[in-house]
């Protein structure tokens, strides 16, 4: 529900910003200042300034808020590192597309240097949720090791066992279809039409099984697969990092200049 | 350990990202660096980082004062108020709000929708043609363009003065000034009711329709360029535009006999003064159409010279002389120029010239009988006699086809009306022609009515009875002159004449020497009562009754005498008397005598007669 909430709020800004400029975006350069929204869209403009300086402060708020969340250990206690991550992705999303269109999709100049940097570190954003998600953690994140999750598998194995309300030979279907290299999507199906033959849909029992199959879905990857993720999200790091300090870096001089040319956006 | 190891990585990457960059950004030039673009070509040569204070004030954007640092000419109008940057719309807006730049080299800082710029807010109204002009560049160009700087820069709008002649040719060549409206106004070129009477010659009659080409004509100019002449044109003298058409043959001004109100006779007729030549027209001849006196046919150029020179002019020059010299030639001794009817004096009045001359007991009429009204040039009518008198036969004389009233002049002559003309000949046409004694007989014995004293031609009837009195009525049996027709009898050589009559249809045909005699020896007339009557009837049949008895009753038997018994109407002698059938018969010697010699006279009771009955039977009664 949360996660759906915040990625309704970025779909409807982006429809909403593209609906508003899409006759402003697509002119070519030229054309443009003779749009009649142009006073508003252009990158001055009170909506394309407005764009930049919120879409800066949620890049800023995403990036030291989960930064230091994660780094201070005063602040651990402050909510799960999960949902922090989570916010920390929809504000650096939500962020990066206001300044898009606070650029009017302009691409020139240093501040573009800060402006490709965002994508990047947006881009591998991205990249790294895909690994990071395929890394088994305990619930405040921290991955687990080799052991941990053989121990998690047999607690599970043994708790399929004491199914009573499944044969023998539907545990046996299960435990195969939990360690079988398919799509989670395919083994939840797979697993539902097994339990609603011997379990009521809402037992606890059906529940678990559902749980299970995600669960076990994290950990069927072999030991080398997870060794990779674990590896590829440690260098992840090394390119996410510089990423975000030179857009940092470059928007602060972009930020300096506009200021000290006199756009003040609605401050004038 | 890991977390160095970590480090090193990022300060590596960052390092090596941050070349990569530098080598990105650096393909562009470092005024690129912090431009949100690139200037427009105009501004080009600002296109640099040093530069951006040149337009843009720190902390304060870009502010106009910098604009018209550069833009001179722009700064120049709002001073003065002038242009379409000095209204009060516009001049307070920042420029950049229609002139903002950064959108590449190629963008169109001065753009503006030419079909909706308001020009009026330039300060000069588009008004008539100018508002229907589709293309701005046909005012907005280089050639309209008085400043040479601003005129070198096809995109610029500015530079454009208001007078007409800013970008209209002056097709005047400057004889009008310079103020077009005075005559033009915005609609079109072509003035439609441009008013003439400011110029020193108002248009008047003819001239106002006339196409203005006609007088002002073009006009080829040195450099070979056609040019319309409107001021200056020579006006002063008709024939500044006109053809003398008289070739000079007329020494007055044009004006005298025309005006502008055309060429016509008419005109000059109203117009030209015949007092100003030697012959001013009086009387009537100040009705007279020029034409009459002036001979119309004649070309152009010898039109009206008839007469020049001439000092006195005849009358005759124009009139003939209906009197054909017998008065002279002096007409004004009779006649004035009111009129030919109206005489000095009317004793010499030639009634001749006109259409009735007087002849006969016409002549001899005063004046007045006819001309009864106030002039004697009144109309009168005269082509009947009756227009004058009255006609005595009261329209009853008329052809007997047409049945008009017939023409005076077939019987009466001006010599009066007595006597007619009308003869024996053209009587013998009447449906009574004269015969007999009718042709001595005077017309008025059968024309004149007696009652109504007057004569009369018509129906006076074409039988005897109608003129002569029928003395035989109640004393001719009518089976002898049925319907009174007397020529049964009668002949128009004369009364007596009556051989017509056939004696034979009566009980009493004519034989023998009765044949002979006369009608009044057996049909006497009575006269009783003063008047004569003629005996036809009831006469009676003895021989009697008209002869006398010479034997004075010796023959007589019971009172009667037939005459018969001797005599026939072949004569009295000799006699059918055979005196063999008679007491004493003639023989022997008695045969041969004589009858006297038996038969002596006798006289008795006075008269003197034969006796034959003497009753001597016996020879004694005569021999002794």
Same mark, same amino acid.
């Given at each position: 529900?949360?996660?759906?909430?915040?990625?309704?709020?970025?779909?409807?800004?982006?429809?909403?910003?593209?609906?508003?400029?899409?006759?402003?975006?697509?002119?070519?350069?030229?054309?443009?200042?003779?749009?009649?929204?142009?006073?508003?869209?252009?990158?001055?403009?009170?909506?394309?300034?407005?764009?930049?300086?919120?879409?800066?402060?949620?890049?800023?708020?995403?990036?030291?808020?989960?930064?230091?969340?994660?780094?201070?250990?005063?602040?651990?206690?402050?909510?799960?590192?999960?949902?922090?991550?989570?916010?920390?992705?929809?504000?650096?999303?939500?962020?990066?597309?206001?300044?898009?269109?606070?650029?009017?999709?302009?691409?020139?100049?240093?501040?573009?240097?800060? +402006?490709?940097?965002?994508?990047?570190?947006?881009?591998?954003?991205?990249?790294?949720?895909?690994?990071?998600?395929?890394?088994?953690?305990?619930?405040?994140?921290?991955?687990?090791?080799?052991?941990?999750?053989?121990?998690?598998?047999?607690?599970?194995?043994?708790?399929?066992?004491?199914?009573?309300?499944?044969?023998?030979?539907?545990?046996?279907?299960?435990?195969?279809?939990?360690?079988?290299?398919?799509?989670?999507?395919?083994?939840?199906?797979?697993?539902?039409?097994?339990?609603?033959?011997?379990?009521?849909?809402?037992?606890?029992?059906?529940?678990?099984?559902?749980?299970?199959?995600?669960?076990?879905?994290?950990?069927?990857?072999?030991?080398?697969?997870?060794?990779?993720?674990?590896?590829?999200?440690?260098?992840?790091?090394?390119?996410?990092?510089? +990423?975000?300090?030179?857009?940092?870096?470059?928007?602060?001089?972009?930020?300096?200049?506009?200021?000290?040319?006199?756009?003040?956006?609605?401050?004038? | 350990?890991?977390?160095?190891?970590?480090?090193?990585?990022?300060?590596?990457?960052?390092?090596?990202?941050?070349?990569?960059?530098?080598?990105?950004?650096?393909?562009?030039?470092?005024?690129?660096?912090?431009?949100?673009?690139?200037?427009?070509?105009?501004?080009?040569?600002?296109?640099?980082?040093?530069?951006?204070?040149?337009?843009?004030?720190?902390?304060?954007?870009?502010?106009?004062?910098?604009? !018209?640092?550069?833009?001179?000419?722009?700064?120049?109008?709002?001073?003065?108020?002038?242009?379409?940057?000095?209204?009060?719309?516009?001049?307070?807006?920042?420029?950049?709000?229609?002139?903002?730049?950064?959108?590449?080299?190629?963008?169109?800082?001065?753009?503006?929708?030419?079909?909706?710029?308001?020009?009026?807010?330039?300060?000069?109204?588009?008004?008539?043609?100018?508002?229907?002009?589709?293309?701005?560049?046909?005012?907005?160009?280089?050639?309209?363009?008085?400043?040479?700087?601003?005129?070198?820069?096809?995109?610029?709008?500015?530079?454009?003065?208001?007078?007409?002649?800013?970008?209209?040719?002056?097709?005047?060549?400057?004889?009008?000034?310079?103020?077009?409206?005075?005559?033009?106004?915005?609609?079109?070129?072509?003035?439609?009711?441009?008013?003439?009477?400011?110029?020193?010659?108002?248009?008047?009659?003819?001239?106002?329709?006339?196409?203005?080409?006609?007088?002002?004509?073009?006009?080829?100019?040195?450099?070979?360029?056609?040019?319309?002449?409107?001021?200056?044109?020579?006006?002063?003298?008709?024939?500044?535009?006109?053809?003398?058409?008289?070739?000079?043959?007329?020494?007055?001004?044009?004006?005298?006999?025309?005006?502008?109100?055309?060429?016509?006779?008419?005109?000059?007729?109203?117009? *030209?003064?015949?007092?100003?030549?030697?012959?001013?027209?009086?009387?009537?001849?100040?009705?007279?159409?020029?034409?009459?006196?002036?001979?119309?046919?004649?070309?152009?150029?010898?039109?009206?010279?008839?007469?020049?020179?001439?000092?006195?002019?005849?009358?005759?020059?124009?009139?003939?002389?209906?009197?054909?010299?017998?008065?002279?030639?002096?007409?004004?001794?009779?006649?004035?120029?009111?009129?030919?009817?109206?005489?000095?004096?009317?004793?010499?009045?030639?009634?001749?010239?006109?259409?009735?001359?007087?002849?006969?007991?016409?002549?001899?009429?005063?004046?007045?009988?006819?001309?009864?009204?106030?002039?004697?040039?009144?109309?009168?009518?005269?082509?009947?006699?009756?227009?004058?008198?009255?006609?005595?036969?009261?329209?009853?004389?008329?052809?007997?086809?047409?049945?008009?009233?017939?023409?005076?002049?077939?019987?009466?002559?001006?010599?009066?009306?007595?006597?007619?003309?009308?003869?024996?000949?053209?009587?013998?046409?009447?449906?009574?022609?004269?015969?007999?004694?009718?042709?001595?007989?005077?017309?008025?014995?059968?024309?004149?009515?007696?009652?109504?004293?007057?004569?009369?031609?018509?129906?006076?009837?074409?039988?005897?009875?109608?003129?002569?009195?029928?003395?035989?009525?109640? *004393?001719?049996?009518?089976?002898?002159?049925?319907?009174?027709?007397?020529?049964?009898?009668?002949?128009?050589?004369?009364?007596?004449?009556?051989?017509? *009559?056939?004696?034979?249809?009566?009980?009493?045909?004519?034989?023998?020497?009765?044949?002979?005699?006369?009608?009044?020896?057996?049909?006497?007339?009575?006269?009783?009562?003063?008047?004569?009557?003629?005996?036809?009837?009831?006469?009676?049949?003895?021989?009697?009754?008209?002869?006398?008895?010479?034997?004075?009753?010796?023959?007589?038997?019971?009172?009667?005498?037939?005459?018969?018994?001797?005599?026939?109407?072949?004569?009295?002698?000799?006699?059918? *008397?055979?005196?063999?059938?008679?007491?004493?018969? !003639?023989?022997?010697?008695?045969?041969?005598?004589?009858?006297?010699?038996?038969?002596?006279?006798?006289?008795?009771?006075?008269?003197?007669?034969?006796?034959?009955?003497?009753?001597?039977?016996?020879?004694?009664?005569?021999?002794?």
């Amino acid at each position: 529900m949360y996660i759906t909430i915040l990625v309704v709020i970025e779909i409807a800004v982006f429809i909403w910003l593209v609906r508003l400029g899409h006759s402003y975006y697509v002119l070519p350069l030229e054309e443009r200042p003779f749009h009649e929204l142009h006073r508003q869209l252009k990158p001055s403009g009170d909506i394309g300034h407005g764009l930049g300086i919120v879409g800066t402060l949620m890049i800023l708020i995403g990036v030291f808020g989960y930064m230091t969340r994660k780094r201070w250990r005063a602040l651990q206690r402050w909510g799960r590192l999960k949902y922090w991550l989570e916010f920390h992705i929809f504000l650096c999303t939500l962020g990066p597309m206001l300044v898009l269109f606070h650029t009017a999709f302009k691409f020139g100049g240093i501040v573009s240097i800060s +402006f490709w940097s965002m994508v990047t570190v947006v881009l591998s954003g991205v990249f790294g949720r895909y690994v990071y998600v395929r890394i088994p953690q305990t619930v405040e994140g921290r991955a687990l090791d080799w052991s941990e999750i053989e121990e998690i598998k047999r607690t599970v194995e043994q708790r399929l066992k004491g199914a009573n309300e499944l044969s023998d030979e539907q545990k046996q279907t299960i435990w195969q279809i939990w360690n079988a290299p398919t799509s989670l999507w395919k083994k939840k199906r797979q697993i539902k039409r097994i339990a609603r033959k011997s379990v009521d849909r809402g037992s606890p029992l059906y529940d678990w099984l559902i749980e299970q199959t995600e669960l076990m879905h994290k950990l069927s990857s072999d030991k080398e697969r997870i060794n990779l993720y674990k590896r590829l999200f440690k260098y992840w790091h090394v390119f996410h990092l510089p +990423f975000a300090i030179i857009m940092l870096l470059i928007m602060l001089i972009h930020v300096g200049v506009s200021l000290a040319l006199g756009f003040y956006w609605i401050f004038d | 350990m890991k977390q160095k190891k970590y480090l090193r990585l990022s300060i590596r990457a960052l390092w090596h990202i941050a070349v990569m960059g530098g080598l990105f950004v650096g393909t562009q030039p470092i005024s690129a660096q912090f431009s949100p673009g690139p200037l427009y070509k105009g501004h080009e040569e600002l296109d640099d980082i040093s530069k951006c204070t040149e337009c843009h004030v720190l902390g304060h954007k870009v502010q106009n004062e910098k604009c !018209l640092n550069c833009h001179d000419e722009i700064a120049w109008l709002l001073e003065r108020g002038r242009g379409y940057h000095a209204h009060s719309t516009v001049r307070n807006q920042p420029c950049y709000n229609c002139h903002s730049d950064h959108h590449g080299r190629n963008f169109q800082i001065i753009r503006f929708d030419e079909k909706n710029f308001d020009h009026n807010l330039t300060g000069y109204r588009l008004e008539g043609a100018h508002a229907r002009i589709d293309d701005c560049r046909k005012c907005h160009n280089s050639q309209n363009i008085r400043n040479a700087e601003l005129s070198k820069d096809p995109d610029t709008w500015l530079g454009l003065g208001t007078d007409c002649l800013n970008c209209h040719e002056d097709e005047h060549r400057g004889t009008l000034g310079t103020d077009c409206k005075k005559c033009h106004n915005l609609e079109s070129f072509k003035i439609e009711d441009f008013n003439h009477d400011k110029t020193d010659f108002p248009l008047r009659g003819k001239h106002a329709q006339v196409d203005c080409k006609q007088c002002h004509k073009k006009e080829l100019l040195a450099d070979g360029s056609e040019f319309l002449r409107y001021a200056d044109v020579p006006h002063t003298r008709c024939t500044d535009c006109h053809d003398d058409v008289h070739r000079g043959t007329i020494s007055f001004d044009c004006a005298a006999c025309h005006t502008e109100q055309g060429f016509k006779w008419s005109i000059v007729r109203r117009r *030209f003064n015949h007092r100003k030549t030697n012959y001013p027209l009086e009387g009537a001849h100040r009705k007279v159409d020029c034409k009459k006196c002036h001979d119309a046919s004649n070309r152009l150029t010898a039109l009206f010279a008839e007469f020049r020179g001439e000092t006195i002019q005849d009358c005759d020059r124009c009139h003939d002389d209906p009197h054909e010299g017998r008065f002279g030639t002096q007409c004004s001794e009779c006649h004035v120029v009111e009129s030919f009817y109206l005489l000095k004096d009317m004793s010499k009045f030639d009634h001749s010239v006109t259409d009735f001359p007087l002849k006969g007991k016409h002549a001899s009429v005063d004046c007045k009988q006819c001309h009864t009204s106030q002039h004697y040039s009144d109309p009168l009518p005269h082509n009947h006699c009756t227009d004058c008198h009255e006609d005595a036969h009261r329209g009853e004389i008329v052809d007997p086809v047409t049945k008009a009233v017939t023409d005076c002049a077939q019987c009466h002559t001006e010599e009066g009306f007595s006597p007619s003309t009308f003869d024996i000949d053209q009587h013998q046409t009447t449906a009574f022609p004269l015969e007999g004694v009718h042709i001595a007989v005077p017309c008025v014995d059968c024309h004149l009515d007696q009652g109504e004293n007057r004569w009369k031609f018509e129906n006076i009837g074409k039988f005897c009875v109608d003129c002569h009195e029928d003395v035989h009525q109640g *004393f001719l049996d009518e089976r002898f002159y049925p319907n009174q027709r007397c020529e049964n009898c009668h002949q128009t050589e004369s009364w007596s004449d009556i051989r017509a *009559f056939d004696h034979s249809v009566t009980d009493f045909p004519l034989e023998g020497k009765h044949r002979e005699v006369r009608c009044g020896d057996c049909h006497r007339a009575d006269q009783a009562e003063g008047s004569v009557q003629i005996q036809f009837r009831d006469i009676s049949q003895q021989c009697a009754s008209c002869h006398d008895d010479i034997h004075y009753g010796q023959f007589e038997e019971d009172g009667r005498t037939d005459c018969q018994r001797c005599h026939t109407p072949q004569g009295w002698k000799p006699s059918t *008397f055979d005196h063999n059938t008679a007491r004493f018969r !003639l023989e022997g010697k008695h045969a041969e005598l004589e009858c006297s010699a038996c038969h002596l006279p006798t006289v008795r009771d006075g008269h003197t007669y034969i006796l034959y009955a003497n009753g001597k039977i016996h020879c004694a009664d005569c021999h002794r």
